[in-house]
């Protein structure tokens, strides 16, 4: 993977374990409990390549630390080292506290950084760019998703609570998002609006671009 060699930057692609049951739960009743997870791990292998294609140093960020991963995992876990990427662990008791956490860290030896879900295809390598090029105007970079949610955030400069007291997981995330990050004086910027994977028309969506 070649590196940007004009911006100082970090990727880190948010990812749950692929587990039975745990993953992708709306498409479920489509798709079943297995394909559900199936299509957990094809979709995080397409965002992956995605981000490496941006040409920015990327990072593997799983949901939580196991004893040991589970068998479903060895693609994606092959697919990350063979690309030489580094694997970390989410921290933090909600989505907002795992990312505050993430991009803090990075923002200690980076000077830009940026999460990524694993459901969202449709964020191309273009659009990781852009997202770092508005982070030198802007404290926070947000890309919106057609359900009310966001699909990737960035930073140049956070601070502690600005992701709290969100409803995550509902239609409100990016009004509420945006609010919070104005009360704690964060500049913001929007991007153009993304889809991601949630419901079963948005897998048949995915497929018929594939």
């Known amino acids: ?71 479903e995992a060895d693609h994606i876990v092959r697919n990350l080292e063979s690309a030489g990427l580094e694997q970390r662990f989410q921290h933090g008791d909600t989505l907002g506290e795992r990312m505050l956490a993430a991009l803090e860290g990075s923002l200690e030896s980076c000077s830009r950084a940026v999460v990524i879900g694993s459901d969202c295809p449709s964020v191309d390598p273009q659009y990781v760019r852009d997202a770092i090029t508005r982070l030198g105007e802007s404290d926070i970079v947000l890309g919106p998703s057609n359900d009310g949610g966001y699909v990737l955030i960035g930073a140049r400069r956070v601070v502690g609570g600005m992701l709290d007291g969100i409803d995550w997981g509902t239609e409100q995330v990016m009004e509420q998002t945006i609010a919070r990050l104005e009360e704690s004086g964060l500049s913001v910027c929007l991007l153009e609006p993304r889809w991601d994977v949630d419901e079963p028309e948005d897998w048949a969506r995915y497929q018929s671009l594939r």
Not at 20 to 26: A, I, M, P, Q
């Open 1 to 71: 993977m070649a590196e940007h060699k004009t911006a100082d930057a970090v990727l880190m692609q948010f990812a749950k374990w692929p587990e039975e049951g745990r993953v992708k739960t709306r498409l479920i009743p489509a798709l079943g409990s297995v394909g559900a997870m199936d299509a957990h791990i094809e979709l995080t292998l397409a965002v992956l390549d995605n981000l490496c294609a941006s040409g920015y140093p990327v990072q593997f960020w799983w949901d939580r630390e196991l004893d040991t991963s589970p068998r």
